[in-house]
DNA sequence: TGGTTGACCGGACTTCAGTCCGTTTCGCAT
DNA sequence: ATGCGAAACGGACTGAAGTCCGGTCAACCA
């Protein structure tokens, strides 16, 4: 039992060696690959270590388990993310009140779970999941905007309550099981976010 | 305000076989006695078999999958449950303001998850979860209750919504990773409660 | 350049959930 | 009682995640 956890995108560890780099490459190289063409829930581990052309050990060395491969296969769009969340455009960006970036963040995650399902699925099984790097920001920032909203309130709480209802599993409940629209999905999600945290302005209900 | 509406529990099917019946009871009382002494995280499918003195492949055909049996021994507290939402005193039970037996019903899940935290996390995990009657159950109640309370949200959605924040993976989470007490957890609901369905004669805030 | 060291490699191994299918047993009707 | 068909039984089998450990080789230093 290892808990440690690769920190996949932000950083190489300090040093690495060059045949790890490489195979490190290859692995996410060929994830990427099979991941696209298949499916993320028909390849197995195996697959993954044949496709990259090394062994399994190496593969489980470099990302500790199935579902953290596939969040750091997942984390160049996140990294695109966090960086449109920092500094881009408003209202998912910086400028706009904390409820619109509330409301964009939740749309903009949820038009990334229509578009790679499967992928987030596979990423969030598991413990460790709350503890990912890509969780722990998503959960920076909307404690922040939260509290910047309302100062008085449980942001450090309210801010995984509202995440898990971005959750992969759910997702897939409310889109394929019950078949709602995801334009559905995100008005309920201004819906909630709206009545959790009311904007300035607005005065009286 | 009647629902008249019969538990599909895991009531035995039309007709059941005598020796079916015995090995049903057997696994149940087996899997309590395993997951009672030594946790549901360390107990396999195979010791429950072995306890109970049955084959893998009854095991399977009874339950299904690990979580359902999981869910099977959790589900004796879960009719308890039930009876108290429809039948019994309020706040839980009818007679309370919507807003109200919300809140009951969020803190009493959260005591039960409290006491049986390994216990809800086997049951909760794979795909099927949603799907459970216990699961059904909650989300209809939560649903008449926020439409009682504001007919024109979204209860469908608002109530899985609600749901996803009493789950057993972000309850450890909360609980044992960030170690935050069970009261902070129940004012947290309480406060997501509150704001999503603001009580009827409330006028201002 | 050649030696040393320790990180890295790979694939056999373990564990466990879930499936399959030949065999046994139950319930019923005669 | 007895024969029959359907349902249940059980344990060997499969597939996949994650572990282990002896061998290898990249980096660095003399």
Redesign the pocket.
Known sequence: ??PAFELPQIAP?S??????????ERILCAARRLFDERGAG??????V?EEA??????????F?????LAAAVLSERERNFQEAIIRGEPPLGPGAPPCERLVAFGESLLDTLEAHTELFLAAEI?PGRFVHPAYVVHRLHVTLLLREADPVCDAEMLSDTLLAALGADLFIHLRRVRGMSLERLKQGWGELVGRTVPAPEQAGV
Chains 1, 2 share one sequence.
Do not use: I
């Open positions: 039992m290892t560890e040093f690495e060696r060059a045949d790890a780099a490489r195979n490190r028909c390849v197995s581990m195996d697959d270590a052309g090394v062994g399994k050990g190496t593969l489980f060395r470099r500790g388990s199935r579902a953290s598991g």
